[in-house]
């Protein structure tokens, strides 16, 4: 039997966190104890397991100041500092700090941190109550639910798990020390598996920008031609070399050996790029399926993504592998609700679809050909995840070992094979976000942005034959570090968290810091923000009773007491493909509840959106294009249900609906789960959890 091949490749960055002598952000290190360690670790259990390690250099040459000591992170200072020289100021930024993670899996589970947590909820009483030992278990938790489930069963960390409270200073230390043990493990590690050749090890630009739009900002318009760029024009093809080039060469000194292949900044791909990647040696790259799509267009065969595509120009060829972004984000943003199990599973059987499908279509002949190219974050999903995601990765692979119709396989084990459809010598630029530049261009504030680099890049440019080698070398690194993607990701509205203000900040040292190399004088606009930068709220509930006509139109007067979800702003670090709603409204009045959908674009025939109630009452709705349906196993009774769709979905439901004698209850609060699916895939809001509307 002829098997589907499958080739998973983990994508591994993080920005360069570091301002001065410090690194502002802890991101490198607790993702360093938590994912890149562990993920690699899980293979030496499933020698048959094939996979990609992809590693952007900007993260990896902040793993090496970490372990060189040479560098550290606010939170780490925090939490080495003895609790008996911590100043107020101290314990008010460990208040702040010291509790972003994941909520359900990294405080939830831990009876003396959720102690902590919940005494902190208290404003200014939390910190005249907290005691010196409350400070100290706090440094540590914060620290130790970092460490992934492989990791922490390491003798010393498993015994502060253990414990669990009354830390000591030594014990602290402890925990400090193991943080560089780990991190120092994360190379050495990886080298084994590919001395095994079970892993390939592939890389990213250096800083991690967005390589067609260095090329060439109006690329951007190759895919959104209406985009107003407002005179900017940023051509400098020669960073994009750069940032190939060294991350390269960076990787060589790191492994001793040269990348096969690159997996670009957000799978940002152009013609311009194609071709500096060729000239630069690299034998493969990826992008996501649609910009296959986008440039095909009408003869486009979705099957054929399924097949690696030579790219030939005049200087050479590059194999081309085609992301599923389906499958890519179902690991992504899907699978972390489900019972781990039945999450491997669903995606076995996904598989075993595409391979059924291409059998039928194409022949079995064509799986000698075919693979499945699966690429995604390798970091930030896993949090949400029970244990990690350590259950559902054992599960995947124990049935992926024992498939008789799949196998894992690294990219380069394809480069071998002849084509198995023709080559293509054009690709529409774009990214694996919707086949378009718009996170990183598409607001003004991404703009505006753009325009600060342009005009420091040029600065410093004009300033070459003016300066010593050094000087002109080092300001030319702080537009390297600026032109990274993950600044332009956090301007604008579409993704929020509460260290976004901070990757402005970041930005705009860097600016400054090349103007103060060439000894100009650093422009006003730097010291301030160069975009809105505010957190979004997510869940504002209703400021009063209204009572809105339900028809499907806007009138916004209607629901201007109402509350909101705002689903843009559950985007964070990770983005969502396929949105189909970004803000639900809910009110009341004394005898109805309602709802209203402002959607994205309009209904296509498969799309719906389900409101999942989970309490007080348990019962669903699905809206599709041309339905509304009401499934409950209780046989609830709906009474006086109102809907309509146009403009926006608006539905009502009476109160009785949800609540027996409802005009005794205070505050009453519906917990509920809203779901859309697309032909992108399954998206959740929230992630994790439920919405707990108050009416």
Sequence with gaps: MKQLKVAILWHQHQPYYKMGDEFILPWVRFHGIKDYLDLVEILYEFPDIHQTFNLAPSLMVQIEEYISGKTKDKIQRLTEKRVTDLTE??????????????????????ERYKQLFDKAQKGEDAFSS???????????????????????????IKRLFQKGKNFTEEEKQLLIDFDNETLSAIVPTLKKLYSLN????????????????????KTALEAMPELELNGLDYRHPESAKYHIESAIDYYHSLFGFKPLGMWPSEGSLSDEVLKIMIDSGLQWTGTDEKLLENSLKDKYFHLEKYFKRSYKAENGKISLFFRDHYLSDAIGFVYSRWNSFDAANDFINKLKKIRSDIINHYGESALDFAV???????????????????????????????SAELKTVKYSEILGQEDFLEPINHIQAGSWINGNFSIWIGHKDDRVAWQALSEAHSAVLTAKDALEAEPFEKALTEIHIAEGSDWFWWYGDEHTAENKADFDVMFRYHLSEAYQYIGAIVPDYLSYPLGKNGLIKQLVHPKGLITPKIDGRIYESEWDNAGYYDAKASMSAMHKVGELIHR???????????FRCDKTRKFQPDDYILFSFKSPKEFDIYIRKNSFEIISGDGIKINQLSVAKDEIIEFSLSKNTFFEG?????????????????????????????LDLIF
């Design 89 to 110: 100021a101290d314990k008010k930024q460990i208040l702040k700090s010291f509790f972003i993670c994941n909520y359900e899996n990294m405080i939830l589970p831990y």
């Design 130 to 156: 907290f005691s010196d030992q409350d400070w100290l278990d706090l440094q540590v938790w914060y620290n130790l639910t970092w460490f992934g489930p492989i990791t922490r069963e390491e003798k010393g």
């Design 198 to 217: 079970q892993i390939e090890i592939s890389v990213s630009p250096f800083y991690h920008p967005i390589l067609p739009l260095l090329c060439d900002s």
């Design 372 to 402: 499945v190219p699966v690429i995604l974050d390798g970091e930030n999903c896993w949090e949400y995840y029970k244990n990690n995601g350590y259950e559902f990765l054992t599960d995947l692979y124990k049935l992926f070992t024992h």
């Design 584 to 594: 639900i409204w809910f009110g009341s009045d004394e005898d109805n509840i309602y």
């Design 662 to 690: 409802f005009l005794s209850v205070n505050k009453p609060m519906i917990s509920i789960i809203i779901k859309t699916k697309t032909a992108d895939g399954e998206l959740f809001y929230p992630n994790q959890g439920t």
